[in-house]
């Protein structure tokens, strides 16, 4: 039996450290709110200003956002919003997106360029990628190359069928998955729900991660919800308790 067909009998048996921990109860929750798609010295103030932790995912620069790795630097914390392959009804493709076909030595090469760019990241999540990441044999290459440039896979969880907890312990890795998202819908209450949500999670197990889009509705619910976060401690991601 191959490794692959093996982790397909066992996946609802595949224990990682997430799995295994305990909350206790005599500590605050963690909340991991994370922005994604972030380009601009403007959004990255914006984000600054709304007063607690968020974590930045920056999109890797191109001709429309050149300073996009520059800007990332001087933060305490960042991370690296990684283009991946998505569904074919998705049109607004990022250059140098990894697809499904690419050869290691080309995802390899993507990665080492990401590791440059971005000197000081560990932690870097898919950029759509609904297609790339429910793909064994290309997310297998992805996780060789993160591994060799001292990068963490974080699963955006796209997609339900997503390979990333399977690959995340074949490579040693801290398994790694959005809870919530934020803002699917872009209304103000919507967006606040889904921040309760996150909360409701992060109460239950211990933690949550929230992942939301630096649009100026996020950011005023974030800002103006601060009330709500008394219970639980926003944390930047690479704070969460069972690493």
């Known amino acids: 039996m191959s490794n692959r067909k093996a982790y397909n009998k066992t996946k609802k048996e595949l224990i990682t450290k997430k799995d295994n921990y305990k909350y206790d109860l005599k500590t605050k929750p963690k909340l991991v709110i994370i922005i994604d798609d972030v380009v601009s010295k403007t959004q990255k103030d914006k984000i600054l200003n709304i007063g607690y932790p968020i974590t930045m995912a920056f999109l890797p620069p ?37 697809n499904i076909s690419d050869s290691y030595e080309t995802i390899e ?79 103000f209450t919507a ?12 109460k239950k197990q211990g933690f949550a991660i929230a992942i939301g889009h630096p649009y100026e509705v996020t950011f005023q619910v ?7 976060l008394n219970d639980v401690e926003p944390i930047f991601l690479n704070k969460l308790p069972y690493l």
């Not at 790795?69 to 305490?76: D, E, K, M, R, S």
């Not at 069928?161 to 074949?170: C, D, G, H, P, R």
């Open 109 to 187: 090469a993507r990665v080492k360029q990401l590791r440059v760019l971005y000197p000081n990241a560990t932690y870097t999540n898919n950029h759509t990628g609904s297609v790339f990441t429910e793909n064994y044999e290309a997310m297998d290459k992805l996780f060789r190359a993160l591994k060799k440039y001292n990068f963490i896979f974080v699963d955006s969880k796209t997609t339900p069928n997503s390979v990333a907890k399977e690959l995340s312990i074949k490579y040693q890795m801290p398994y790694i998955v959005r809870d919530t998202f934020l803002d699917n819908d872009r209304s």
């Open 222 to 228: 974030l800002k103006e919800s601060k009330h709500l």
């Open 191 to 202: 967006i606040q729900n889904q921040l309760k949500d996150a909360i409701r999670v992060a």
């Open 62 to 98: 191109n001709s429309g956002h050149k300073e996009s790795a520059t800007i990332a630097q001087n933060l305490p914390f960042h991370m690296i919003h990684f283009p991946m392959q998505a569904s074919k009804n998705f049109k607004n493709i990022e250059v140098n997106t990894l």
